[in-house]
């Protein structure tokens, strides 16, 4: 029947097209990631993306007209948000990879996006994602700029590299650390850390640190 072969050759070459599509939308957010040496790089996304797209329309063919063919496509999402939390570090009360969960979520969006037709939306949808993750570091960094600032003094046990491992910690959180002071006072290690940065970096810089088995006390100086 030629008129089913030329359907049926449709169907697949629109597939390929869906795939291919999958393949460069999830590497162009996965290469910025990977740039920004995230977990989830260009690999993770391309595979994401084309995995969405290839279950969506498989959905689809396998309803038949019959079925709900939201109902393998709604389970991708329950998928993704395993990878996704795969990706979430909590680590002496601050939590790390929420973008990239939250990338990973959206590069499932934009397959399923492909494997419905909706190829206008999902490039669309690509491009502000990737004006969000690459191009508003300025913006964070104009607003790191006028950040407040904060003093921590703790109160530690002398013991070897107190100083160096608290300092690293303070720096990961993602504050900028202006002034480092040390001093004996007793039989305490009296450190003094002057921090700027987003408020909420703050908490979570002083949770990290009250968390350090080294550390006795802490305060703000508020």
């Not at 109902?71 to 680590?91: D, P």
């Not at 690293?168 to 001093?183: A, C, I, K, Q, Y």
Request: hydrophobic share 50%.
């Amino acid at each position: 029947m030629p008129g089913f072969q030329n359907v049926a050759e449709w169907l697949h070459l629109e597939l390929l097209l869906q795939l291919v599509l999958a393949m460069v939308l999830g590497g162009a957010i996965g290469m910025e990631r990977e740039l920004s040496g995230k977990p989830a790089g260009l690999r993770t996304n391309i595979l994401i993306c084309v995995g969405a797209t290839l279950f969506t329309v498989l959905s689809f063919r396998l309803a038949g007209g019959q079925g709900d063919p939201g109902r393998v496509a709604a389970q991708i999402l329950t998928g993704v948000g395993f990878i996704g939390a795969g990706t979430i570090l909590h680590a002496r009360g601050s939590v790390t990879g929420l973008t990239s969960a939250a990338t990973i979520w959206i590069v499932s969006a934009i397959g399923m996006a492909l494997g419905t037709g909706a190829y206008l939306e999902a490039v669309g949808t690509t491009l502000l994602v990737m004006v969000v993750l690459a191009g508003l570091g300025f913006v964070e960094r104009f607003i790191a700029r006028r950040a407040s600032h904060s003093r921590l003094t703790i109160h530690a046990s002398p013991v070897p590299n107190a100083l160096e491992d608290l300092e690293t910690l303070v720096r990961r959180s993602g504050l900028d650390l202006l002034r480092v002071e040390s001093r004996r006072e007793n039989v305490d290690l009296v450190i003094e850390f002057e921090l700027r940065g987003p408020k909420r970096l703050h908490d979570q810089a002083r949770i990290a640190v009250l968390h350090h088995p080294s550390v006795r006390a802490v305060s703000t100086g508020e």
